[in-house]
């Protein structure tokens, strides 16, 4: 039954993750980063640990998700910083996938030990959770004062990069699950929050369309993914007291009106404004 529900989860996260790179490549840089980044693999990380357990473990793993979007928005920073910084055209793309997920990894390290102090002396989950939200929304304010370019894509993102995108989203909720299953709470949310569908993003536009659609898209993702912050806040309530389906549902249009329209009206009206 539990590996069913890994299954099933891993498949419907692989499915959604896919989407984000298409409505970057209609839309644009500026509209497909911050709208299409609402909530999508957290639902199926959120609802599968939930099920695996009957919600013992949903509220540490889902507490330490707004920390792994953070790193999530420093490891985006990378993709938006290093490239300019790298005078040789071939090899901006790969020292770049190179240092950020570097980045990514020793982050993620340093604060899965400050979750576990912290949570354990300091604060409680829901606090340290909020936390992560708050420096996460300052992190992408700072990246988005400063006006990019966002052009939307010329080319289609091949199906085969689209596809690898699916596999690489399903392989890290996947991971998840099995890590909650396995009684790691606080691993499998920061797996949940792996950048599995950021990394892929970039990697996918850069090579269809070129470095300046992703570089502009991500300041705008950084902000719109703190929606899966939110999402994660609210469905440590929403699951246990609506049950999986309807506390999913309400998460995610909660996550939405507190977070992704307010942002994406606020950004406009600073891009307009600029």
């Not at 890994?6 to 644009?28: D, H, N, Q």
């Not at 090579?207 to 992703?214: L, R, Y």
């Not at 999402?231 to 389906?245: C, R, T």
Request: with cysteine; hydrophobic share 60%.
């Amino acid at each position: 039954m539990v590996n069913s529900t890994i299954i099933l989860y891993a498949f419907f996260a692989g499915l959604v993750a896919i989407l984000v790179t298409v409505s970057i490549e209609k839309f644009g840089g500026f509209i497909g980063g911050v709208l299409g980044t609402v909530p999508s693999t957290i639902i199926p990380a959120a609802a599968g640990v939930y099920a695996i357990d009957g919600g013992e473990s949903l509220r540490s793993s889902m507490s330490v998700v707004p920390l792994g979007m953070l790193i999530n928005g420093l490891f985006l920073g990378v993709w938006i910083l290093l490239p300019n910084q790298i005078k040789q055209e071939k090899l901006k793309l790969p020292l770049t996938i190179i240092a950020s997920l570097s980045t990514w990894a020793i982050l993620a390290w340093c604060g899965l030990m400050i979750a576990r102090n912290a949570t354990d002396v300091l604060v409680s989950e829901l606090q340290f959770a909020i936390t992560g939200l708050v420096a996460l929304a300052i992190l992408a304010f700072f990246f988005n004062i400063k006006n990019r370019e966002a052009p939307r894509g010329s080319n289609k993102v091949p199906l085969m990069i689209l596809s690898i995108r699916g596999i690489a989203a399903g392989l890290a909720i996947g991971a998840c699950l099995v890590l909650a299953d396995s009684g790691l709470p606080f691993i499998a949310g920061l797996a949940s929050a792996f950048p599995a569908i950021f990394l892929t993003s970039m990697v996918a536009l850069w090579i269809s369309q070129g470095p300046q659609v992703p570089q502009g898209a991500a300041a705008p993702m950084m902000l719109g993914g703190a929606s899966v912050s939110v999402y994660a806040i609210i469905a440590i309530w929403s699951l246990p007291e609506f049950g999986v389906l309807l506390g999913s549902v309400f998460a995610w249009f909660a996550s939405v009106i507190l977070w992704t329209l307010p942002a994406f009206t606020l950004l406009r009206r600073h891009r307009l404004a600029v």
